[in-house]
């Protein structure tokens, strides 16, 4: 089956974790895929396992709280392949703390990453969309955010609730322009971005067992399935929402 042959797709965050695992299933169903993020080196290890696997891809450094670079990776984009179908605005960090005591470059680097980024990346990406006949844009959020309340991540669940606010906007304003937007929340997936600081990752299972209803972290595949299947013709009617995948956590 290959639901993207003939497509490209952004996916920022691309070096490692859900970006990386999300790149990869896009090139396995036929996208030529850039992957864009802060450093060379892992953009460049996932061009090598996607090519390894006989599919399309290259990769494009750049910073998503950056407007020049921003610019320049949706440039590059179109010049190197030719076009910009689908964008998955993925990139993100997360800084725990309780927010008393959250010092204000950990406020800033957050809200610049997580929602200045998103809002970036949509800029560039509608622009090029919207003179050249539509496209597909899902964007990460998290469960922790519109959904879910935990504490010590106040400034991330801040960001991540703006996400999903505003990709509700932007679907409404863009739909009629044949660019189709939404989201994903995860919950805790096996990434590094959910252990908890110095946790090992069996540690994370012990937790999760008990904290999660489904009594695990979600796996790189399904929080991959998700962003396909809402970039894939299949959720053509799907605009707007705001999908969560949090083994009933939130539920
Ligand atoms: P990760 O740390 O592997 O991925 C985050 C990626 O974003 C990294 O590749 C990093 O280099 C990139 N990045 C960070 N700052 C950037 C910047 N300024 N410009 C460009 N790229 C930048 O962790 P992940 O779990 O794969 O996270 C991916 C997304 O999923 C994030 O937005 C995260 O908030 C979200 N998320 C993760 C979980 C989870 O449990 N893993 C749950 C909910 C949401």
Redesign the pocket.
Known sequence: MSRFTGKVALV?????????ATALAFAREGATVVV????AE?LDQAVTLIEAEGGRASAVP????SSEDVARLVATTVERHGGLHIAFN?????APGPLADLDEAAWDHQL???LT?VFLCMRHEIAHMRANGGGVIVN?????GAHLRIPYLGA?AAT?AAVSALTRAAAREYIGEGIRINAI??????????LRPGEAEADRAERLKDALPIGR??TLAEAAAAVLWLASPEAGFTVGHDLVIDGGASA
């Open positions: 920022t965050g691309g070096g490692s974790g859900i970006g990386r864009a993020g802060r450093q892992p750049a910073d998503v709280s993925n990139a993100g960090v997360l610049a990453v997580n980024g990460t959020a998290s469960n922790i991330y991540k929340s995860p919950g805790p997936v096996e990434t590094s971005m959910s972290a979600g």
